[in-house]
Structures are given as C-alpha cells and as structure tokens.
C-alpha cells in the first residue's frame, strides 16, 4: 500500500481508523510499514444527536497497522457537505 500513498503526499487525505475513529490531514509523509504522519489533522466525530465536530489536533502521526481506509479527500465535495446539519451514528470499530 505505501507505494499507491505516494502520489498523496501533499494531499489532503481521509483516513478511518481500526478504533472507529474519522481523520482528515495532509498527507506529509510515510513510510515502508505505512506508517503515515498528518499535517493539519481534525478528527471529525460524529453523533446521532448532534451535528459533527471537527476538533483540531494538528500534526499526527498513525500506525499503520491502525489504518483501515485511506483515500484521496475530494475538497470541492467535502466544502459542499453541510455536516452542521448531519446527524449519523458513529463508525463502529473494526474488529481484526
């Protein structure tokens, strides 16, 4: 997989965690055990009752054994997207 991350380098990605958790960032760097480092991360926490929250955590670093998507974030789509409105039941975590 570290060999598909490089044309993302620079990129804004999205990146959904084993624990359920929802991170945006720029991918800044990785390595060979797709380990990945984040640059302008939020975690976007999301709940049935209430609209998401976007808490800024800033530079992160991620396991890759903790990764289980990563993908290209679509900016123009995700701008589009009126989360203040958006009420869903958070991802579950992923059992390995």
Do not use: C, W
């Amino acid at each position: 997989m570290s060999d598909q991350l490089k044309s993302l380098v620079e990129r804004p990605v999205f990146v959904y965690l084993t624990d359920g958790r929802t991170l945006v960032g720029q991918l800044m760097g990785y390595d060979q055990a797709t380990n990945v480092i984040l640059g302008q991360t939020h975690e976007r926490i999301f709940s049935p009752t209430e609209p998401m929250k976007s808490v800024p955590i800033g530079v992160y670093v991620i396991r890759g054994e903790t990764i289980a998507i990563i993908g290209e974030l679509d900016e123009e789509l995700d701008e589009a997207t009126d989360y203040d409105n958006m009420l869903v039941d958070p991802l579950d975590p992923i059992k390995l």
